[in-house]
Nanobody, 114 residues
Framework: QVQLVESGGGLVQPGGSLRLSCVASRNIFSANSLGWYRQAPGKQRELVAD???????NYADSVKGRFTISRDNAKNTVYLQMNSLKPEDTAIYYC????????WGQGTQVTVSS
């Protein structure tokens, strides 16, 4: 099991930016992939972005060009830089650490509203 702690969520106006962080309790180098998912009220959890152990990234079409996922192996941390935020980005954002099975953080709320 891996414990994941997300931070960095909050309330931001449309067009603003936030950076989410996820600190893992074990070496993230061991993960097959690290990712960020989100779940809006009444909707299913969806992939936002992920990054493989080899550094390959993948993004949902809705966030391409606005969000950037990155990792710092030395700090056991994965980040999600979110720019040009829109109201439809409002959701709880969850960190994922995949190593043959999923490990999830508790989530951090992101609200985009004027």
């Amino acid at each position: 099991q891996v414990q994941l702690v997300e931070s960095g969520g909050g309330l931001v106006q449309p067009g603003g930016s936030l950076r989410l962080s996820c600190v893992a309790s074990r070496n993230i180098f061991s993960a097959n992939s690290l990712g960020w998912y989100r779940q809006a009220p009444g909707k299913q959890r969806e992939l936002v972005a992920d990054i493989t152990s080899g550094g390959r990234t993948n993004y949902a079409d809705s966030v391409k060009g606005r969000f950037t996922i990155s990792r710092d192996n030395a700090k056991n941390t994965v980040y999600l830089q979110m720019n040009s935020l829109k109201p439809e980005d409002t959701a709880i954002y969850y960190c994922n650490y995949y190593m043959g099975y999923n490990n999830w953080g508790q989530g951090t709320q992101v609200t985009v509203s004027s």
